[in-house]
């Protein structure tokens, strides 16, 4: 009966102690996300490695706990433009998911996804694309084509492709996935007006003035229910839709147009 005891009080400090190792990996992931949210990306890798540390303590270096925190680690590399140092990091993500969760995972097309990005900002554009080719199918296969990452797939790709200069393909898939994007709650108004501001400009240097206003128009009103996304990216799409409507003789819209985004570029 004592040896009973005993043995039941051990395994429950083991439990407790374990417990406390996780709230402690736990702690760090949350401190991360709060120092990315708050642009704060050297705090937030500090104690996204710091979490992972005690994952691969605890459970090993090859445990999806890891690949999730990886992922974590690489997405603030990315916001700090370490594409290379995100590569590295999303490609053990990627590994230890395959392996764990067979290739044809959800997670694993998100990982391809991130690495895909990466490799596009590095200007790899010929080894970016059979990675969104991979990511895309892997998501419509598990996601189904409507679902909102599939179209984020489709339009990251279409921005590759619009990069390559082949506008009619990067135009198709940004077409699919704009309707999407804008349909979905789960998806940020921010990537709604980078998708919008891509097609748009597409039509704008194909003389498809009309199709093109369209789509500023809607890039417009996005923009007004959340002033501060606009960067320089989508400063320099707000400001082709002003040079729009100067090419199709329409100067008092023009200027109205130019008041209103100095404004929203001020709030």
Not at 17 to 42: K, P
Not at 102 to 112: D, I, K, N, R, T
Request: charged fraction near 20%; aromatic fraction near 8%; hydrophobic fraction near 45%.
């Amino acid at each position: 009966m004592l040896f009973f005891l005993v043995a039941l009080l051990s395994t429950a400090a083991m439990l407790l102690c374990a417990q406390a190792q996780f709230a402690i990996y736990e702690q760090y992931l949350l401190q991360g996300s709060q120092f990315q949210n708050d642009g704060r990306y050297t705090e937030a890798a500090v104690a996204y490695n710091a979490a992972l540390g005690e994952v691969e303590r605890r459970l090993g270096p090859e445990h999806i706990t890891a690949a999730e925190i990886l992922f974590n680690i690489g997405s603030v590399r990315v916001l700090q433009h370490d594409y290379s140092g995100a590569k590295m990091v999303f490609e053990r993500s990627l590994s230890i998911r395959e392996k764990a969760l067979g290739p044809e995972h959800v997670q694993v097309g998100f990982a391809l996804w991130r690495i895909a990005m990466v490799t596009h900002n590095q200007g790899q554009f010929a080894t970016a694309e059979p990675l969104y080719r991979r990511a895309l199918t892997i998501l419509e296969a598990q996601l189904g084509s409507t679902h909102a990452a599939t179209a984020v797939v489709q339009m990251s790709w279409g921005k590759l492709y619009l990069a390559q200069r082949r506008y009619s393909e990067g135009e198709q898939l940004l077409e699919k996935a704009i309707p999407i994007l804008e349909n979905s709650a789960e998806i940020a108004q921010a990537t709604v007006a980078v998708a919008l501001s891509e097609l748009a400009g597409a039509y704008l240097r194909d003389g498809r003035y009309t199709k093109a206003e369209v789509l500023y128009g809607r890039l417009l009103a996005v923009v007004r229910r959340k002033p501060e996304m606009i960067d320089g990216d989508l400063r320099t799409g707000l400001h082709s839709y002003v040079s729009l409507l100067r090419k199709m003789k329409r100067e008092s819209d023009a200027r109205r147009v130019d008041l209103e985004i100095k404004a929203l570029a001020r709030e």
